[in-house]
């Protein structure tokens, strides 16, 4: 009987340690993700910039791209219907950088005005 | 008479396999996700468990279910011919510049009905020696033949490895002269070798007929029309041929596994959480065409972690062990019984390094696997 309770004791243990250990990986991913987001969000700008150049429409985020030099597509942010930047990508070089937590939105932290996003799409033809 | 009961071991591992999925809702990417995912999971292991319960050391009871999974995948199998009579475009995937047409059936692509019919292909062979009447021996001889035609029609080279790696194994475990084994070994690969030619004889399309006249040059605003999200790592260069399905190619997976990998490495110890495999991979990949890795247990890792993906293997292990043991002390129809559950299990794990299957219990191929594995600790049965 002993032996069953030490084993179901060190079960839960181990289990509490892993809820522990998930949850920090959940942090840590999330933190280093949103860090990637913001410094692509700042290269960006402002949203109304100048080199704002196109859009994409999917289910889950909407995108304005962003040119630099002849790469129309350069710099890239999406943003959920929340205004959270959910993804950002930067291909700038060879290849894309690219930053996501569209696994996990809720923990998104970089932030932007979703009706002035709603606007530029609408600028550029996206939504009718 | 001594009561029996299943061998523990996949049992315990099965529960701590569990367990995990349950618990990574503490962690999860996708709460509720992983709450109805891995409840499902929880369903299929007490079904699975129960069924092996009420039928420890009853090889007659373990044929029935055997038959019964089978039954199952014709009918599958048979209502996917009834699609195709019926609208040719809902049954068959149009032929593109990657892949030639590929029949899916009922499937929601031409993988999903094929992963039940390689699992079934060893069941039925069992089924075929155990037959004694003709008309029951030409009834199972055609299920084979309509499991082998449609996996060979849907293209699926995953599938069709599979099922000669259960087809294997059956033979090598049969108790019967090396040289009839032997035989029949070159019979399966004699199979399977025209089986795979037969596959390559429908052909993708040209690009020369997929591009319309060009019209005067436009500026596309809208990104996705011109580089697709899904589509921009691995794209070749402006004027490169287009990506074309191989026989040994990959179809885009080594570049979708490799992703994965690196997504992996993101949260390596407990993963994005139960259920979580289909937001977790973000297909990205020139070439690859699906929202999961297509490898269970890089899809595993994605969900739990090392900590999962090692659970899994345990469980795995443990299963393989009392195959062994079944093999090696079980005679007469038990025996027949074990030998077509353990091909099953084998061509389940051959099949889950290039399906993600394994632990998405609505998946057709899922329960049929878990099963004809759990059966094998009830044949095993010891006295309690």
């Known amino acids: 009987m002993r032996r069953w309770l030490a084993v179901a004791g060190a079960v839960v243990l181990a289990l509490a340690a892993l809820v522990v250990v998930g949850r920090h990986e959940r942090s840590r991913h999330a933190a280093s993700e949103n860090r990637k987001i913001a410094e692509i969000r700042r290269l960006v700008g402002p949203l109304d910039s100048p080199s704002l150049d196109a859009f994409r429409l999917l289910p889950q985020f909407s995108c304005l791209l962003y040119k630099r030099r002849d790469n129309r597509f350069a710099l890239e942010l999406c943003v959920d219907a929340q205004g959270r930047v959910v993804e950002a990508i930067d291909r700038r070089g060879r290849t894309p950088r690219i930053a996501s937590l569209r696994e996990d939105p809720s923990h998104a932290t970089v932030r932007v005005e979703r009706a002035e996003v709603d606007r530029l799409l609408r600028k550029l033809g996206a939504l009718s | ?384």
């Open chain 2, 1 to 384: 008479m001594p009561r029996r009961r299943p061998r523990a071991g996949p049992f315990v591992a099965l529960g701590a396999f569990v367990t995990l999925a349950l618990v990574s809702s503490a962690w999860s990417a996708r709460t509720g996700w992983t709450e109805r995912r891995s409840g499902a999971l929880l369903l299929l292991a007490v079904a699975g468990s129960a069924l092996a319960a009420a039928t420890a050391a009853r090889p007659e009871a373990v044929r029935r279910i055997l038959e019964a999974l089978v039954a199952a995948a014709a009918i599958v199998a048979l209502l996917g011919l009834y699609l195709l009579w019926v609208s040719h475009e809902q049954a068959v995937q149009s032929a593109s510049v990657q892949y030639p047409a590929r029949y899916r059936g009922i499937g929601q692509n031409p993988n999903t009905v094929p992963l039940l019919l390689a699992l079934a292909v060893p069941l039925t062979l069992w089924l075929w020696t155990e037959a004694r009447a003709r008309s029951r021996k030409a009834l199972v001889a055609g299920a084979l033949l309509l499991f082998d035609g449609s996996i060979v029609a849907s293209g699926s080279r995953g599938a069709l490895i599979a099922a000669l790696a259960g087809a294997i194994v059956w033979v090598v475990t049969l108790r019967r002269p090396w040289r009839l084994r032997l035989a029949l070994l070159a019979a399966a690969a004699t199979v399977f070798a025209a089986d795979v030619a037969i596959t390559q004889i429908p052909k993708p399309l040209s690009p020369a007929a997929v591009h319309g006249a060009s019209g005067p040059h436009r500026v596309v605003k809208d990104a996705e029309l011109v580089v697709p999200l899904e589509d921009e790592l691995g794209r070749p260069g402006k004027g490169a041929p287009p990506i074309r399905r191989t026989l040994f190619g990959t179809s885009g997976r080594a570049r979708a596994w490799d992703g994965a990998l690196h997504q992996i490495a993101r949260r390596p110890v407990a993963g994005f959480g139960f259920g979580t495999e289909q937001f977790a991979f973000v297909d990205r990949y020139y070439g690859f065409d699906s929202s999961v890795p297509e490898n269970s247990y890089l899809g595993v890792a994605l969900q739990l972690g090392v900590v999962g993906l090692a659970a899994l293997l345990i469980l795995l292990g443990a299963l393989a062990a009392v195959a062994v043991r079944a093999l090696r002390t079980l005679t007469g129809r038990a025996l027949a019984a074990a030998q077509a559950c353990a091909s099953v299990v084998v061509a389940g794990v051959v099949l889950g390094l290039t399906q993600s299957y394994l632990t998405s219990p609505g998946n057709l191929a899922s329960s049929t696997f878990w099963i004809a594995a759990l059966c094998l600790p009830a044949l095993a049965a010891e006295n309690v």
